[in-house]
């Protein structure tokens, strides 16, 4: 834009100058918006990829809550089974933060 600047100046050059600077103001400004208009589609993927994510995140966290609270009222009997249950929540649990790490990077 600073190259367009010289156009607020009082003193013109002549009126087929000032239009053909003028209509390529009117171009670098379009393509400012196509830029702006694009960047806030890729944001608003990238939100509703986060919403989902953070869902998913509760639910992970939900279902391993509730591992771990049956797995005490159990008192542990069957640890084997408990061990790959919580290894997969935990699995799972990391993955889904690894994905909104790699989503936040992304911005």
């Known amino acids: 834009m ?3 600047s010289y156009l607020l100046d009082t003193e013109h050059r002549n009126i087929s100058s000032l ?4 209509k390529a103001l009117i171009v670098a400004a379009h393509k400012l918006v196509f830029v702006l208009e694009t960047l806030h589609e890729h944001v608003k993927q990238i939100h509703t990829s986060l919403i989902h994510l953070t869902t998913q995140l509760c ?14 009222q159990n ?29 936040c990077s992304v911005v």
């Open 75 to 103: 008192n542990s009997s069957n640890i084997q089974k408990f061990i790959v249950q919580f290894q997969s929540s935990i699995k799972t649990i990391m993955n889904i933060v690894q994905r909104i790490k790699q989503q």
């Open 59 to 72: 639910e992970a966290l939900k279902n391993f809550i509730q591992l771990l609270k049956e797995f005490s």
């Open 2 to 4: 600073k190259r367009f």
């Open 19 to 22: 239009t053909i600077d003028g």
